[in-house]
């Protein structure tokens, strides 16, 4: 049953859905990529970033926000750069005045380079002050199927470089500027003072982004994504991609819950499933 709000355009023209809180937190979420590109505060307050220079023309994934990696994070695998659902379009099946629920399924252009029968229901639920993502993959035939995924959040901060990641202390990450050497993290928190591009694996379940001049701390409580993305640009990689503005890279950071480094396999007619919660604290 769809009750509550029903798609209008957003930026650029594109379908999408507005969410609001009982809290009073507003979301929009787009069926582009299905991808939620906004989340405010009841203060209106941004809490997830959107470049400057985003650009809104499908299949071009929007810069920002939270696309999904899906059925392949950066180039572990054959397919393009984090595969194909953050450039395809999405469609609504449930939806209330607080949370909405996307589908996406095979189509002749997908089998055409990665063969798997699947669908893929996205809900993002705002809860109170708090963003819940649930996403349920399922295998409809055709063998076992093999992914890696992540949700490529970019969070705000007010500055990157006092901002920190808490809760990785002891883990082990994969060092994407150094050929993915596998290096250990001995700091009580991950800075950012250039740029940053490491996949740390089997973290606990949260993880902490300390924004001090922002005065708030944003957590990540994950299930059954065992690994995190955490990623700056910095200033050259910002003015070498075009639809990230020159400075955008003091504004955020990106802590992206995934499961790459132990893809994930789904037998057929099986179910995968997995949650990511985000929370604010002011300080």
Request: glycine share 10%; with cysteine.
């Given at each position: 049953e769809?009750?509550?709000?029903?798609e209008?355009?957003?930026?650029?023209?594109?379908?999408?859905?507005?969410?609001?809180?009982?809290?009073?937190?507003?979301?929009?979420?787009?069926?582009?990529?299905?991808?939620?590109?906004?989340?405010?505060?009841s203060?209106g307050?941004?809490?997830?970033?959107?470049?400057?220079?985003?650009?809104?023309?499908?299949?071009?994934a929007?810069?920002g926000?939270?696309?999904?990696?899906?059925?392949?994070?950066?180039?572990?695998g054959?397919?393009?750069?984090h595969?194909f659902?953050?450039?395809?379009?999405?469609?609504?099946?449930?939806?209330?005045?607080?949370s909405?629920?996307?589908?996406?399924?095979?189509?002749?252009?997908?089998?055409?380079?990665?063969p798997?029968?699947?669908?893929?229901?996205?809900?993002?639920?705002?809860?109170?002050?708090?963003?819940?993502?649930d996403?349920?993959?399922?295998?409809?035939?055709?063998?076992?199927?093999?992914?890696?995924t992540?949700?490529?959040?970019?969070l705000?901060?007010?500055?990157?470089?006092?901002?920190r990641?808490?809760?990785?202390?002891?883990t082990?990450?994969?060092?994407?500027?150094?050929?993915?050497?596998?290096?250990?993290?001995l700091?009580?928190?991950?800075?950012f003072?250039?740029?940053v591009?490491?996949?740390?694996?089997?973290i606990p379940?949260?993880?902490?982004?300390?924004d001090?001049?922002?005065?708030?701390?944003?957590?990540?409580?994950?299930?059954?994504l065992?690994?995190?993305?955490?990623?700056n640009?910095w200033?050259e990689?910002?003015?070498?991609?075009?639809d990230?503005?020159?400075?955008?890279?003091?504004?955020?950071?990106?802590v992206?819950?995934?499961?790459?480094?132990?893809?994930?396999?789904?037998?057929?007619?099986?179910?995968?499933t997995c949650?990511?919660?985000?929370?604010?604290?002011?300080?």
């Amino acid at each position: 049953e769809m009750a509550g709000p029903v798609e209008t355009p957003l930026a650029g023209g594109l379908p999408g859905v507005t969410l609001v809180s009982s809290t009073g937190c507003t979301a929009q979420v787009y069926l582009h990529g299905g991808h939620v590109a906004s989340w405010r505060t009841s203060e209106g307050d941004d809490i997830i970033f959107l470049s400057s220079e985003a650009v809104f023309k499908p299949p071009k994934a929007i810069r920002g926000g939270i696309p999904i990696c899906f059925p392949q994070f950066s180039d572990f695998g054959p397919l393009g750069q984090h595969g194909f659902a953050r450039n395809q379009e999405w469609r609504v099946i449930k939806q209330t005045h607080d949370s909405v629920t996307m589908h996406l399924t095979a189509t002749k252009a997908t089998l055409a380079i990665w063969p798997h029968r699947f669908e893929c229901a996205y809900t993002v639920a705002l809860c109170g002050g708090d963003m819940v993502t649930d996403m349920v993959v399922t295998n409809q035939g055709g063998g076992p199927m093999t992914f890696t995924t992540a949700l490529h959040t970019y969070l705000k901060v007010a500055v990157a470089a006092e901002a920190r990641v808490e809760g990785l202390k002891g883990t082990k990450y994969l060092d994407s500027l150094k050929d993915r050497d596998t290096c250990d993290e001995l700091g009580e928190a991950v800075g950012f003072s250039g740029e940053v591009d490491r996949i740390y694996l089997n973290i606990p379940g949260k993880l902490d982004l300390v924004d001090p001049v922002g005065g708030r701390t944003i957590s990540l409580t994950t299930q059954n994504l065992p690994d995190a993305v955490v990623w700056n640009p910095w200033i050259e990689k910002s003015r070498a991609t075009g639809d990230l503005g020159d400075d955008d890279y003091k504004g955020f950071v990106c802590v992206e819950a995934a499961a790459i480094a132990t893809p994930v396999v789904v037998e057929e007619g099986a179910t995968w499933t997995c949650q990511q919660t985000i929370s604010v604290a002011k300080h």
